[in-house]
């Protein structure tokens, strides 16, 4: 499966990290996009710079993995054409900018043109914002996209799981967007499986 992954300037790109290495680790080809914003807001949460591609390689050990990166000012990238779209695109975490402008057709960047392309191509386009609380307008905006045709997946981890660690809440959260895109996964148990209810 080709994904496109993009890591926007909200909080929790923890989320982003996580599923990229969930989705390498499958053997899942992986084009991430990060906004100025995302780079930004991921070194100063993680510690991790997106903009060095080797560094994130490294980050599991995984040095063939099938891993590119596009500068979110590339409007000539492959992603930004119909013809040559993705499988999937997740934007995690989605900040509420990125999301207002894909709602109203904006595509001043890769990110928010490839979104675009996934909606006329309907294609999958995950959203995973992480804001709170939600005003009217994000709430309108989520439920445009929505009605488009994007899944939204609120960074909103279950506590049914009985979390023990930071960890357990992303893995949460993350396995749920895998669920979206159906990929299996073992972040977490299913309901109802042997020691749930």
Known sequence: MTILLAITGASGSIY?????EELLRGGHHVTLVASESGIEVCRYETGVELSVSEAIKQLWNLPDANLNLRNVTDLWAPEASGSAAPD??????CSMGTAGRIAAG???????RAA???LKENRPLLLVPRETPFSAIHLENLLKLSHCGARIIPAMPGFYQKPQTLDDLVDFVVGKILDQLGISHSLFRSWGSEDQP
Do not use: K, W
């Open 16 to 20: 982003g990290l996580r599923l990229l």
């Open 88 to 93: 999937a695109m997740v934007i995690a975490p």
């Open 106 to 112: 904006i595509s001043g960047n890769l990110i928010e």
């Open 116 to 118: 675009d392309v996934m």
